[in-house]
């Protein structure tokens, strides 16, 4: 896989989430998937998804940078959304936030075989005490 064809790859991963297209999430994604050194399986990578989706409502994944490294991917994602309760531990409870997810994507067989993802809470946690 190039790099151009793997960084496609993400892109339609991408797209795929924000129309919450469920059926074709393994077009994307391994069977045996893994996220954060935990093993969730295509069923668990997609249940956590859709509970992400019904936390928060308008949830839309925006790629601000992306690195294409085959069989690598390094992407920072942007979101600015309003959580409908708790989140990160947080009570942001229908406030608008906006913040970064800085993730990493081993790919296998043309499919997302790992994910390592770190999200910018202190950002959050910033916004919400601003808003006092």
């Given amino acids: 896989m190039t790099t151009d064809e793997l960084a496609e ?4 991963y991408i797209a795929c989430l924000n129309a919450q297209n469920w059926t074709a999430l393994g077009q994307f994604v391994h069977e045996a998937v893994s996220h ?10 997609r ?3 859709e509970q992400d989706y019904r936390d928060i409502p ?3 994944f925006v790629i601000d940078l992306l690195v294409s490294d085959p069989p690598r991917i390094a992407s920072r994602l942007q979101f600015d ?11 942001v ?7 970064a997810e800085n993730v990493f994507y081993e790919f296998r067989d043309q499919k997302i075989w790992a994910v390592w ?16």
Avoid: H, W
Avoid at 9 to 12: G, S, T
Avoid at 81 to 91: E, H, K, Q, S
Avoid at 117 to 132: R, W
């Fill in 9 to 12: 790859i993400y892109r339609a």
């Fill in 36 to 45: 954060n050194g935990r093993p969730l399986g295509l069923a668990g990578f």
């Fill in 47 to 49: 249940a956590m998804l």
């Fill in 58 to 60: 308008d949830l839309s």
């Fill in 81 to 91: 959304c309003t959580p409908a309760g708790r989140f990160l531990g947080l009570a």
């Fill in 93 to 99: 409870n229908g406030r608008r936030v906006r913040f």
């Fill in 117 to 132: 993802s770190v999200i910018d809470k202190t950002a959050v946690e910033t916004q919400l005490q601003g808003s006092g």
